[in-house]
């Protein structure tokens, strides 16, 4: 028998407002797939909402962050915050971005030894002590991330994924948000030929 994907009721995707269904097929269209997110804060429409319209604004901007650091930044930081849902999900999604079977393990589970640039690895340095000890984030960090050429611009990119990601963990542990199957090898192995 499998574990539910949340301790709350997944609301069915017949029952569901329009707009969060539409988003839904959308997402399954293109991945083949619902991830299991999306089913369990539908649980409430208008936070789902919320939660969503953020999550574009910080992930799908022009940035100085290409989207594999993005990434980076989820997985680094959901891996300090033990959250296993955005690991996974977030793991599957920098592997292919960053077209490396292996990035994604080496930077949850210690960024500092993964196969990844210097300006990287500062990057996730910062994202990591803003995820756990944000009181001791200083100017001086601010000055060792633009010494690696990052725009102050950017530097709210990497705090504002590292505190939408802090909500999201909390999120994931509180419902206890199960990862789908298909996230596991994704950006291992190739897909089956259509």
Not at 50 to 74: N, P, T, W
Request: neutral net charge; proline residues 6%.
């Amino acid at each position: 028998m499998s574990k539910p994907v949340s301790l709350y009721p997944v609301p069915e995707l017949k029952d569901l407002p329009e707009d969060i269904r539409a988003t839904m097929l959308k997402v399954q269209e293109k991945a083949g797939f619902i991830p299991n997110v999306f089913l369990t804060l539908a649980h409430r429409p208008d936070e789902f909402r919320a939660f969503f319209a953020y999550h574009d604004a910080l992930m799908l901007r022009d940035s100085g962050l290409s989207k594999a650091e993005r990434e980076m930044i989820v997985v680094a930081t959901s891996g300090v915050n033990h959250c296993q849902y955005c690991v996974v999900a977030h793991g599957a999604i920098l592997r292919i971005y960053a077209k490396n079977p292996q990035v994604a393990d080496q930077v949850a589970i210690d960024h500092k030894k993964a196969d990844i640039t210097p300006r990287q690895r500062a990057m996730l340095d910062f994202a990591v002590k803003l995820a756990r000890v944000p009181e001791s984030i200083s100017p001086a960090d601010h000055e060792a991330l633009k010494a690696h050429g990052f725009s102050a611009e950017d530097i709210w990119d990497i705090g504002g994924i590292t505190a939408f990601f802090a909500l999201s963990n909390r999120m994931a542990h509180l419902i206890e948000m199960r990862a789908n199957d298909e996230f596991y090898l994704m950006g291992r192995v190739a897909p089956p030929k259509k």
